[in-house]
């Protein structure tokens, strides 16, 4: 493992540009860019990122992954403590169809945006072509992801987008104390979803009853089951505590005691 500090304004992105990076810290007091800070990209694990301050630009985002029918991985993402002003995307993870592997254990917490298009999105349909992709059913499995104290405002009357995949749905979604208001701070902002599983508690605003409804995803859920995904609230909050359980390590420690090696004396 390795300790990566940056300070000051960062020109260009370039520490989240290698394809493995695995077991690093980086607490960043700004960032302005005209793209996306922080893409992480494939093999990428173990990571922490605090104290980022960024925008404009495309937000923060794990993917894209699964392009080309490639499988991708991404495992034990935190993010704590971020501002993000003005970017086109949020808190972004994003997938091709065809694709497969997964993102798990990803944690987002203590996040203001302010006047941020899409805040909160998951999109396993991404396309950066200008003509339509092609519908495939595979895709790189999503689950334990977890966005806790997250505030502000949204450029897009749409908050929270959770584009999940029919056949390999998004499983365990959890929010806890978010609220996001349109940008004038007045108005309520919605939540869309398809084939996302999971539930909210705390004040939560706007409203993700989708992942819950047992109507609109009667089939997702099932499909969840059978994939062994359908955990107790229990069972997330210890993995989002401990990604490393992902990887079969055998005790699950205390949140303060998990991230001690990330501290900075």
Known sequence: MFLLHLRGTVPTPTVSTSPDLRAWYC??????????????????????????????GHGISIGSLGKDNSTDTVIGVVLDTATLTGTTNGLRIKTWQGGSGAVR???????????????????????????PCKNLTSAVKISQVMYRNIQGTSKTSQAIKFACSDTVPC??????????????????????????????????QPSVECLRSTTTNSQCQQQVSQNGDDHTMEDNERAYFCPHRAMMMPLCVKPATYFSRFDTR
């Open 105 to 131: 254990s990803v944690r987002y917490e203590n996040v203001v945006m302010n006047n941020v298009s899409n805040p909160i999105i998951i999109d396993q349909f991404y396309c950066d072509s200008s003509n």
């Open 27 to 56: 607490r960043i007091v700004k960032l302005g860019l005209g793209m996306t800070v922080f893409p992480l990209l494939v093999g990428s694990s173990n990571i922490k990122m605090k104290n980022i301050i960024c925008g404009p």
């Open 171 to 204: 499983s365990n979604i959890v929010l806890n104390n978010v609220n996001l208001l349109l940008q004038d701070g007045t108005a309520a902002t919605t939540t869309s979803c398809n084939c996302a599983v999971g539930f909210d508690y705390g004040f939560v």
